[in-house]
């Protein structure tokens, strides 16, 4: 099974060029946080309320880009909230990303392709191999979305976290968007973590765009 951080990297890979689709101020950088505290908490390592993020299970879960924040959160000395530990674990989102995309990339799913532009610059794409994954998880977002079928545990997580990251028009037109928004609603509610994740990372998101817009001399 994919980590949630491989399957948000799958969803915002433009297939045509094999970058990333923009995301504006800090890109993936929260969505891959929120990544990794959401799938500590459908793994029953974490919970959490709107107050706090505590440890149920501090053993290893083999994989490395989970097991390095899961002890960050099992040594700190004091709780922290989910936005706080959010906060926290963005400086490490570069490192989370290399490591969900070299296990895409060792699984043949995703091919790493340098290239340089005018003999200078350099680029990193990474062009599809085997889409089936990418596939299954657009369709699996798609169905839901577009129907009343109970969602599972895992499917609340990732709707909620790709619709705060406003990833959804990634899978779906602007149109459609506006149509499933309060089936979005409806399934955030179904879900604590998820709920106090999605807000957290809304509530960064606005806080650092309004930043940088009262910043001179910065601009979109």
Do not use: H
Request: proline share 5%.
């Amino acid at each position: 099974m994919l980590t949630f951080a491989e399957e948000i990297l799958l969803i915002a890979l433009d297939d045509e060029t094999g970058k990333f689709v923009s995301m504006g101020t800090q890109g993936l950088a929260y969505p891959l946080a929120g990544a990794v505290l959401m799938d500590l908490a459908l793994r029953s390592k974490i919970d959490a309320d709107l107050e706090k993020v505590v440890v149920i299970d501090a053993a290893s879960t083999g994989e490395p880009l989970l097991d390095g924040p899961l002890q960050q959160i099992a040594s700190s000395p004091e709780p922290r909230s989910a936005r706080q530990w959010l906060g926290r674990l963005v400086p490490d989102a570069d490192v989370i990303e290399e490591q969900a995309l070299a296990r895409l990339v060792d699984r043949g799913i995703l091919r790493r392709e340098d290239r340089k532009i005018l003999w200078v610059f350099s680029e990193r794409r990474y062009p599809t191999i085997d889409d089936t994954e990418e596939k299954e998880v657009k369709r699996r977002l798609v169905d839901i979305l577009m129907s009343d079928e109970i969602p599972t545990p895992r499917d609340v997580a990732l709707i909620a976290l790709v619709d705060a990251c406003e990833l959804l028009g990634a899978v779906l037109s602007a149109r459609e968007v506006e149509r499933v928004a309060p089936r979005v609603e409806q399934i955030r509610k179904l879900d604590l973590i998820g709920q106090a994740m999605t807000d957290a990372v809304r509530n960064l998101r606005l806080e650092i765009a309004k930043s940088i817009a009262g910043t001179p001399g910065i601009s979109y």
